[in-house]
């Protein structure tokens, strides 16, 4: 094994403060090694990835260690000397385990998952491995949107929470005492949450899915589950560390899922209810969190959503802490929330109007009004907030020139009032445009919806380019098109992906792949779906699919009988 390779792992441990007690015991009856298919700094970001590994290390019997997706010149090395992917803990072989647990909420992660099995000397397609092999399982919100197109690389895939499926998974490997997987599997099967896609059996016409054959004595659906916030604490860092994006802060999640429910987000639909941590459980995870760190991030997809968001920021900085939080909602700033935020040193506060004239905030649901909009950047440039983020998408169905002629007009509104106040203050801040392309995402009501073409997006972001360059103190920022087009294709894909993914993860880029499998990639990522066809993600029960048609028609009044 290279001295170097271990040095590096034993470097990233040791940089490590681990406050789970029993993730710093070594022993158990079974090793399972939780997997974030992305580099260290992403996955130890991620409290979901946090929370998960807490909850596996705390379960009796089980050791469990953590492994990272490693820099490409390492794999590179690696697969030049056959020198397999080693743990992060022990600087074991991933092979050696009884279970390999994939955790990520990011589509495009999809394509390491065939790769770190591949170097980690595990047979990457899940009919190719047997009871010598780890059980490879997978979990995280990526996986209960749609997980498809890995499906025929995983043995058992998770629908649901965390705080719910973990102790009945491990429950259930521990009782594997014969060691018959076939078992496992078909117990694990009949249990809600749990995916066994082996069980499952896509049929297509043509280019088209039809529908699933399930076999016999298996749920023809696979329900997700969710956990309730009173019966579990709120989700924390666990492990602390400076080799991440948010190194300085203890991070709690406050609240899950979003009330809001806007068409094209899947945050208001897959999560199940908007729940809402009691404030005496934060309270007690922020004087916790205070003795470690000094900054606190607030984590949740409607973070100011919270009914005690306001009080629980006067509690941070009353005991001498600062805060931060992953979202605001721009008809919910708190004042209370933003003195905090004034207090903590916040320079920058990030809004997502996302839809740039009221007509695509209608459509997709966003409830503002250009008012609404304007009316917070005042409240904020008055507290001397003068750096504004905002977070805008493009190629939405149904946009226009005459649209995107709306954003630039109403980000010239806001940065007027930008100016104004530096005229008191002899400073003026800046506002940065974030710039997504609209990628239909499932159990959403514009999942029917298709990708606008890349060659049209293309052309609208040099149209915001040109009307917006030279305008002082404004930055356009816009996310790569090609990354969203595979996040879109991996969105909407089915189990025919798998090959594609494999040819990637082998260094073939998304076009050559392409090309060896024979799929058109194109007509996957931009048709329109008719609302009677089946979907791949049709056979997991993340929301109601009457409702999300219902939605559809709301929007799309003119054109949905016809569909």
């Known amino acids: 094994m290279s001295?170097?390779?271990?040095?590096?792992?034993?470097?990233?441990?040791a940089g490590e403060l681990n406050l789970c007690r029993h993730g710093r015991e070594r022993g158990g009856q079974l090793s399972v090694c939780l997997v974030s298919p992305g580099r260290y700094q992403t996955g130890m970001s991620s409290l979901g990835f946090q929370t998960v590994y807490s909850l596996l290390a705390s379960s009796p019997g089980i050791l469990c260690e953590r492994a990272f997706l490693p820099e490409r010149s390492e794999l590179e090395e690696n697969s030049r000397r056959g020198q397999p992917l080693l743990s992060l803990e022990t600087q074991r072989p991933l092979s050696d385990f009884d279970v390999i647990a994939f955790s990520t909420s990011f589509e495009p992660d999809y394509v390491n998952i065939p790769l770190m099995l591949s170097?980690?000397?595990?047979?990457?397609?899940s009919h190719e491995r047997s009871a010598s092999h780890p059980l490879v399982i997978a979990g995280g919100a990526a996986f209960f949107i749609n997980p498809e197109p890995v499906a025929d690389f995983l043995d058992v895939i998770c629908i649901g929470e965390g705080e719910v499926l973990v102790p009945e998974l491990t429950a259930e490997l521990m009782t594997r005492a014969s060691g018959d997987r076939q078992a496992l599997l078909e117990r694990l099967a009949l249990l809600p949450g749990f995916y066994v896609p082996r069980f499952h059996h896509p049929r297509y016409e043509a280019d088209r899915l039809t529908g699933y054959d399930t076999d016999a004595g298996i749920p023809a659906q696979v329900r997700r589950v969710c956990a309730?916030?009173?019966?579990?604490?709120?989700?924390?860092?666990?492990?602390l560390t400076d080799n991440t994006e948010f190194g300085g802060m203890f991070l709690i999640e406050v609240s899950r899922g979003c009330p809001r429910g806007c068409r094209f987000c899947?945050?208001?639909f897959v999560y199940g209810p908007f729940r809402q941590q009691p404030f005496d459980h934060l309270a007690a995870a922020v004087e916790d969190g205070l003795t470690y760190r000094g900054k606190i991030g607030l984590v949740g997809a409607a973070v100011s959503d919270h009914r005690d968001i306001g009080k629980l920021c006067r509690l941070i900085v009353d005991r001498g802490g600062k805060v931060s939080v992953s979202?605001?909602?721009i008809d919910r700033l708190d004042?209370?929330?933003?003195?905090?935020?004034?207090?903590?040193?916040?320079?920058?506060?990030?809004?997502?109007?996302?839809g740039g004239s009221q007509r695509l905030r209608d459509l997709i649901r966003k409830n503002l009004t250009e008012q609404q909009i304007l009316d917070a950047c005042e409240m904020l440039i008055s507290r001397d907030i003068l750096n504004l983020k905002l977070y805008f998408i493009i190629g939405l169905p149904t946009e226009t020139e005459q649209d995107l002629e709306e954003l630039i007009r109403l980000t010239l509104a806001i940065r007027e009032r930008v100016v104004e106040r530096a005229r008191i203050n002899r400073r003026l801040g800046d506002i940065t445009l974030s710039v997504n392309p609209f990628i239909p995402k499932p159990f959403t009501p514009l999942q029917w919806c298709g990708m606008e073409p890349l060659p049209s997006l293309d052309r609208k972001v040099k149209l915001l380019e040109s009307r917006l360059r030279g305008v002082a103190n404004v930055h356009l920022k816009v996310e790569s098109l090609k990354g969203c087009y595979l996040q879109a294709l991996l969105s909407r894909g089915d189990r025919r992906c798998a090959p594609l993914l494999a040819e990637m993860a082998a260094g073939a880029n998304l076009k050559k792949a392409a090309r060896s499998c024979g799929m058109d990639t194109d007509t996957r990522v931009y048709r329109t779906i008719p609302l009677d066809e089946a979907l791949p993600w049709g056979l997991l029960g993340?929301?109601?699919?009457?409702?999300?048609?219902d939605e559809y028609r709301r929007a799309f009044p003119s054109n949905s009988e016809d569909r």
Do not use: C, N, Y
């Open 266 to 268: 899947t945050s208001g």
């Open 335 to 354: 004042p209370d929330m933003i003195d905090a935020l004034t207090a903590s040193g916040h320079k920058t506060i990030s809004l997502a109007p996302e």
């Open 542 to 549: 993340s929301a109601d699919p009457d409702h999300l048609k």
């Open 327 to 329: 979202s605001l909602r």
């Open 3 to 13: 001295f170097d390779r271990k040095q590096k792992l034993k470097v990233l441990l």
């Open 228 to 239: 309730v916030p009173e019966q579990h604490p709120p989700a924390r860092s666990v492990i």
């Open 119 to 125: 170097a980690a000397r595990i047979p990457i397609w």
